[in-house]
């Protein structure tokens, strides 16, 4: 999971919110103080950035 490491702390909690407890966008955007599009962007952000690592470790 080499990927992860190219996360900043905040990113990996965003996500360990979403996936690992299940928590809805409601309950994310409480903890945040964002809105449920700011938190689906940053979402998006994230996932295509760990892609992209993760592409660069195949070629």
């Known amino acids: 999971m080499k990927y ?3 996360l900043n ?3 990996v909690d965003l996500l ?3 996936y690992w407890y ?3 966008y409601d309950r994310i955007a ?3 103080n964002y809105d ?3 938190i689906s962007r940053k ?3 994230i996932l295509s950035k760990m ?3 993760a592409s660069k470790k195949l070629v």
Do not use: A, F, G, P
């Open 43 to 45: 979402k998006e952000t």
């Open 36 to 38: 449920k599009s700011t």
């Open 22 to 24: 299940d928590h809805s």
């Open 51 to 53: 892609q992209r690592v």
């Open 4 to 6: 992860l490491q190219c």
């Open 16 to 18: 360990e919110r979403i």
């Open 30 to 32: 409480e903890v945040y």
């Open 9 to 11: 702390n905040e990113e």
